[in-house]
């Protein structure tokens, strides 16, 4: 009954749900999203087809770490930098 | 040559914090603030980092100075890729004073203890805004510096440093063991992500006291008052534009 990549997702899941911490517009709204997103797919059997959603998993961190970065480069850029002419 | 890179590491209030200053004007509001890595610092730390990546230094340890909280940040260091922390416990009245003097002086006595080849410090703290740290201690050791860094190389013996100036950029090249101060645009700061933050936790971090390390905290500076900046002036409203240029006439705008 348990699925090999039942800890992938979990892993995935967990992963997630701490970059949501910091989300800009809270982590009790991230977290709401998140798992409408996960239960959305729960009857999602096939091992190829979850393969492909943990990936798009991975690739919406990669997503959520350059949201993050860019807040805060722009951030330091407007209190620490003149404004481009 | 030791291959080791010591990295500064201060903990303040998050940038994406709302400051609020004390009633009585003594400083900031702290407690139960959320608070983070300085996000220069997690620039200098990323580039310790990336020379340990492309194999031109051999180890990265981080410091922070600070009371019992400062290991979080540590701990975020050593999961982007630092591979040991030093602690530098500072706590009570000696935190409240503790300054960009003191901090050089911890960290010129560590660079000495590590042998360090190079020191990597944010140019400055968004908390004091003192960008000093790095300045006094490359004076402390008698090193030489190389502040404002927007690329850093290591040549052999040398490092070659790309600096942010006035209007444009300045390239310099310094003898190691150097002290570089990391600018915003130096690098992009990886991600402290959940399952480095669990393997961060089998690095070790040394707990260690100033006066382990002959430095003496007393500062001669005294701090007044702390105010909030000036409150921005609300708005007018126009009807027309006859109106809005009249307006910006009285103000002298055109």
Not at chain 2, 104 to 121: F, G, R
Not at chain 2, 148 to 173: M, P
Request: glycine share 6%; hydrophobic share 40%; aromatic share 6%.
């Amino acid at each position: 009954m348990a699925n090999p990549l039942r800890g992938e997702v979990i892993r995935l899941y967990k992963n997630l749900l701490y970059l949501g911490r910091e989300y800009p517009q809270g982590s009790a709204y991230f977290r709401e999203r998140l798992k409408s997103a996960f239960m959305k797919n729960k009857d999602v059997t096939d091992p190829e087809e979850i393969k492909k959603l943990v990936a798009r998993g991975e690739f919406v961190i990669k997503e959520i770490e350059a949201l993050y970065f860019l807040k805060k480069y722009r951030a330091m850029k407007k209190r620490y930098y003149e404004p481009d002419k | 040559m030791s291959g080791r890179v010591l990295v500064g590491v201060k903990r303040v209030i998050d940038y994406a914090v709302k400051i609020r200053v004390k009633p009585d004007n003594t400083g900031v509001v702290t407690d139960g603030v959320k608070h983070s890595m300085n996000p220069f610092c997690e620039i200098a730390v990323e580039e310790a980092v990336k020379l340990k990546e492309k194999k031109l230094i051999k180890e990265v340890v981080a410091v922070s100075c600070g009371p019992q909280q400062a290991q979080e940040t540590i701990r975020t260091a050593l999961a982007m890729g630092a591979d040991r922390g030093i602690h530098v416990e500072v706590s009570g009245k000696d935190y409240d004073t503790l300054g960009p003097l003191q901090v050089s002086k911890i960290m010129a006595a560590l660079a000495k203890k590590e042998d360090a080849q190079l020191v990597i410090l944010g140019k400055q703290a968004i908390d004091d805004d003192c960008n000093q740290t790095g300045q006094m201690t490359a004076a402390l050791l008698d090193w030489p510096q190389g502040t404002f860094a927007s690329e850093v190389a290591i040549e052999g013996d040398k490092v070659k440093v790309v600096r942010e100036i006035d209007g444009g950029l300045e390239t310099i090249r310094i003898k190691t063991p150097a002290v570089v101060t990391a600018d915003l645009r130096l690098n992009t700061p990886r991600y402290a992500t959940l399952p480095n933050i669990m393997k961060a936790k089998k690095k070790k971090i040394v707990n260690m006291k100033p006066a382990d390390l002959g430095v003496d905290l007393t500062s001669r500076l005294e701090q007044l008052r702390v105010d909030e900046p000036p409150q921005r002036q609300a708005g007018v409203k126009v009807e027309t534009v006859a109106d809005l240029v009249g307006k910006l006439k009285e103000t002298g705008r055109i």
